[in-house]
């Protein structure tokens, strides 16, 4: 019956009714449009051009109350809100406070599901996510998560991923930030920061820390990050102590977890001196960095890891002797000079540099000798390969210096350990001075 009403242009007909005050009547023309429409994209599109999203958002907001008039305006939005032309029209009305509110009252699943789906839709648009923060959806949606908390029901779990996936999609961002293009998004983002969203975020890691909603922790780390892209949010979520808070969750031993927790600490270093320095500072940190930069079964974790470790050390030089001496880096740090990514290769080119000219203890000089070797080797590489950027060589060619001005130090060293209690230490120690002298071991 869909093509004779289409083709008598029933529609055009039905649309005026929606002005009326009359409930039933709206219900029914509501619904008899959305019928008809249904699935068909031109004539949703006409729908949008002759002005239906203010009358639905007109009613949504004069009839909250009722039950059936909200459904059957929720289906059309739901309907309505994947095409661009309607997303446009929506960000110059107040929808959001009105969905907000129904999302609030909203007390069963399938209510649920429905505003979920129309938010969903919602957030691709930039001016419609300010709207929906600004109109508190955040804090809506970590009191639903509380609620569900530990629920093992089909609904409940469908309703907890939906409200983390939105709350992702709320605090989104284009892959033009990553490349450094500036976008409207930039503006966005610092608003959200600005009416307290960070806070409201991290009381809703902080709650599921103990829980293991790994979905919501992980939705949690991924809006924080997309928020610490902007410059001027990094400063603003370091002073009110976003890193501290984040840190208590270094505990947890499940991947995903980790590998946001990463990217989110990465991301408020990223180009920040102060925050790399307060990192760096926390041996807890460093040591699990260390750890993490050599996990075996996620690439991710590990890629972020030896990432923001980069960060760190770019940043804090200071720190080196902490990573080399309580974390007991150096052989990550040799590693790293083989990465294929030109910052990490300097980051540990330049650590190592640093740790040949201190005085890092008879431990820790023998720990650095252990992986000479391959040290030796992998700066030979870099020195050959063409391929090799001019700074990574630059950095080679810095670290062999340091190892060769730090020689005496090497030998004065050994020559004290040659007086050591352990007969083995002594043999060793003498041996190594005849290499280093250049006299043939005996």
Request: glycine letters at 4%.
């Amino acid at each position: 019956m869909k093509k004779p009403c289409i083709e008598a242009d029933l529609v055009l007909t039905l649309i005026p009714l929606l002005e009326s005050t009359d409930q039933e009547m709206l219900l029914h023309a509501g619904r008899a449009i959305g019928r008809i429409c249904y699935d068909n994209r031109d004539l949703q599109e006409e729908l949008v051009k002759v002005g239906v999203i203010s009358s639905l958002v007109r009613i949504l907001t004069d009839y909250a109350e009722s039950e059936p008039l909200v459904h059957v305006d929720l289906l059309a939005l739901c309907n309505l809100a994947d095409l661009d032309t309607a997303k446009e029209a929506l960000s110059k009305t107040k929808v959001a406070e009105q969905l907000v509110k129904q999302l609030r009252r909203a007390e069963n699943h399938e209510r649920l599901e429905i505003i979920f789906e129309v938010l969903q839709a919602l957030a691709e648009n930039d001016a419609l996510k300010v709207q929906l923060v600004e109109a508190g959806v955040q804090e809506v949606l970590s009191d639903i998560l509380l609620r569900l908390q530990g629920n093992s029901q089909a609904e409940d779990t469908c309703i907890v991923k939906a409200a983390s996936d939105l709350i992702v999609s709320l605090f989104s961002s284009h892959l033009s930030h990553l490349l450094g293009f500036s976008s409207s998004l930039d503006g966005n983002c610092i608003r959200m920061v600005q009416v307290g969203v960070i806070h409201q975020l991290l009381d809703l890691l902080e709650k599921h820390v103990e829980s293991g909603d790994v979905s919501v922790q992980h939705a949690a780390l991924s809006a924080l990050r997309n928020l610490a892209i902007p410059v001027v949010n990094k400063v603003q979520m370091l002073e009110e102590g976003v890193a501290e808070r984040i840190q208590a969750l270094l505990r947890s031993e499940m991947p995903p977890v980790q590998f946001k927790l990463l990217g989110t600490l990465r991301m408020l270093a990223d180009g920040q001196a102060d925050a790399a320095e307060i990192l760096g500072q926390d041996p807890m940190l460093l040591n699990r960095l260390v750890q993490w930069c050599d996990v075996k079964d996620h690439a991710g974790v590990r890629g972020e890891a030896n990432r923001l470790l980069a960060s760190i050390l770019r940043h804090n030089r200071s720190q080196v002797r902490v990573i080399v001496q309580e974390a007991q880096g150096v052989k990550l740090l040799v590693s790293m000079t083989t990465s294929e990514h030109a910052a990490l290769q300097n980051e540990a080119l330049n650590a190592l540099a640093i740790a040949s000219a201190i005085d890092l203890g008879i431990f820790h000089l023998k720990d650095l000798m252990e992986h000479e070797s391959q040290l030796v080797q992998s700066l030979h590489r870099l020195l050959q390969d063409d391929n090799t950027t001019p700074e990574v060589k630059y950095n080679s060619m810095g670290l062999l210096c340091s190892l060769l001005n730090s020689e005496d130090k090497i030998k004065e060293t050994l020559e004290q350990l040659c007086s050591h209690s352990n007969a083995n230490v002594v043999k060793e120690a003498a041996a190594t001075l005849q290499v280093l002298k250049g006299e043939p071991p005996h």
